[in-house]
């Protein structure tokens, strides 16, 4: 994402010029559009003209378009994010008041007016506009016959590819065809690899199966690069980590993050740090609750006497279309990095943030234990009976 130009007054009113480079950047401007914010972007519109003798005739023209946004729509799998609203400025193509849908486009800029610009949407943009935070880590993760290339951002776990190939069971044919199928299967999984992954950013790909999947893989791939000479796989060989997964499904991401013989390899990306920050609260929930909760009341409290060391928060609770309810969390979140606390923001596409959603979004690691917060509901609960 390139920052154009930014325009925000002392009360946080004003604009952002943005242009998206990729898809992951319009996950980003999913995550700051609202509701009742206005959005300025080029549209393609349908146009009917009338000739002097009667007839008519239609023609799609490109214009500029001002909507303030009523529904907001993200195609996870494409990447395509879809804006719907009323016009609200002048156009000599679409009346004041006509709905209008808009389909922001990568490397085409829009211009996003808000009311209030608040600290998280800010560091949201300063994230999307810092290239080294982008796709660092990439994963395949596989088991006979299937497998899917990954690609694990800063922000998001985005599919690159699936590849299925139906191997004949051992006994149940000829060998001859099952050696076959496993090499078109090999073959298809290398070529999504080479397709997918730039090697100029990523500093790891893991490669998880059950099994010897992965190491029998692994062969096959490196025979083929020495035999073809192939310098990007070659070149890049001490990036590939293995690693055992239960399954070859994308859910398997989970376990293969949290691997601590691998932890140390992916040391310099974020979802790492994400990873290891759940971990440490499900490490501290078994171990030592009381400097462990979870739910915005009890996390609030333990706010209030700037006991919060470490926030986890899922950006899925700041896309509340409740203002009060958005406010309170960027409060939240504010008043943590006042006291001098840690605040990671989970990605509700990561399987982290998934796992923490499952937790209503929002937990804390604290500083020392409080037992009185639970003691406090305990008595709230006698107290209904």
Not at 111 to 124: G, Q
Not at 127 to 132: E, I, L
Request: aromatic share 6%; hydrophobic share 40%; charged share 30%.
């Amino acid at each position: 994402m390139k920052l154009v130009h930014k325009d925000i007054d002392k009360d946080g009113r004003g604009k952002m010029v943005l242009v998206p480079d990729e898809g992951e950047d319009m996950w980003h401007t999913y995550n700051i559009l609202m509701e009742g914010d206005r959005i300025r972007a080029t549209t393609i519109r349908k146009v009917q003209q009338e000739s002097a003798t009667g007839s008519s005739t239609s023609s799609r023209v490109r214009t500029t378009i001002t909507i303030q946004i009523e529904a907001i729509d993200f195609d996870t799998a494409a990447c395509v994010l879809r804006v719907k609203g009323r016009n609200v400025e002048e156009n000599q193509y679409i009346k004041m008041g006509a709905y209008h849908t808009v389909d922001l486009e990568a490397n085409r800029k829009f211009t996003i007016f808000k009311e209030e610009w608040d600290s998280v949407t800010l560091e949201r943009i300063d994230c999307a506009c810092d290239p080294a935070k982008h796709a660092d880590l990439a994963a395949v993760v596989m088991q006979e016959g299937l497998a899917f290339v990954c690609l694990i951002t800063s922000a998001m776990t985005v599919d690159r590819a699936k590849i299925e190939v139906n191997i004949p069971k051992k006994g149940k044919a000829d060998d001859t065809q099952r050696k076959k199928a496993i090499v078109k299967y090999y073959d298809q999984v290398m070529t999504a690899i080479i397709r997918h992954i730039n090697f100029d950013i990523v500093k790891a790909v893991l490669i998880a199966s059950p099994g010897f999947v992965k190491d029998q893989f692994y062969e096959h791939m490196m025979k083929n690069a020495v035999q073809a000479d192939n310098k990007l796989l070659l070149e890049n060989k001490s990036k590939f980590v293995l690693v055992h997964s239960s399954t070859g499904f994308k859910h398997s991401l989970r376990e293969v993050l949290e691997d601590q013989n691998i932890a140390s390899r992916l040391a310099d990306t974020k979802a790492a740090g994400e990873t290891k920050a759940l971990q440490q609260f499900m490490h501290m929930m078994g171990n030592d609750p009381d400097r462990a909760f979870y739910g915005i009341k009890h996390v609030e409290r333990a706010n209030e006497s700037q006991a919060i060391e470490t926030l986890l928060v899922s950006d899925s609770l700041f896309r509340s279309q409740n203002i009060d309810e958005r406010r309170r969390y960027v409060q939240l979140v504010d008043s943590v990095k006042e006291n001098g606390g840690d605040v990671k923001i989970f990605s509700s596409l990561h399987v982290s943030g998934e796992q923490l959603d499952q937790m209503t979004g929002v937990a804390a690691i604290l500083r020392f234990p409080m037992p009185e917060i639970d003691e406090e509901d305990h008595a709230l609960d006698s107290d209904d009976d």
